[in-house]
């Protein structure tokens, strides 16, 4: 009976999956303004596939129950260690580098101030507000 209960179930998550393409091709009939009446009837066909599928494995006692929303919130879903995938190394948190050195000063910058008078520039961009507007 657990051979055919897992058999069952292999067949709906197919069925999914290409429930799932066929959706997406109907979506892209849709956007090009296609007519997509052959694909969502094939669709509903393989729903209806689904439907005797669930029905199968649920008469079978492979009934699975989903959860609201509170009773997942109740349940702790994270693993207590999470095994990196395709062995790469486990990750750590990073470490707070090391403090300013006890005996060295710290570098200050110095600050530039906008002259207050400037002198008069020798380029020709600048000599305008230097000088006041020349009259044309």
Do not use: W, Y
Not at 29 to 49: I, K, P, T, Y
Not at 82 to 109: E, H, I, L, M, T
């Amino acid at each position: 009976m657990d051979n055919k209960l897992n058999e069952i179930r292999r067949k709906i998550r197919f069925l999914r999956v290409e429930m799932l393409g066929a959706e997406d091709n109907i979506r892209k009939q849709v956007n090009r303004g296609e007519d997509c009446s052959e694909a969502a009837v094939h669709l509903m066909s393989m729903r209806v596939v689904m439907l005797g599928l669930i029905s199968e494995r649920n008469r079978l006692g492979g009934e699975e129950r989903l959860l609201n929303v509170d009773e997942r919130l109740k349940l702790d879903v994270r693993a207590v260690s999470r095994k990196p995938a395709n062995g790469a190394p486990a990750r750590f948190p990073a470490k707070a580098g090391p403090g300013p050195d006890p005996g060295r000063a710290p570098v200050r910058v110095r600050t530039t101030r906008p002259i207050k008078n400037p002198e008069p520039r020798s380029d020709s961009i600048g000599t305008e507000k230097a000088r006041g507007r020349r009259e044309r």
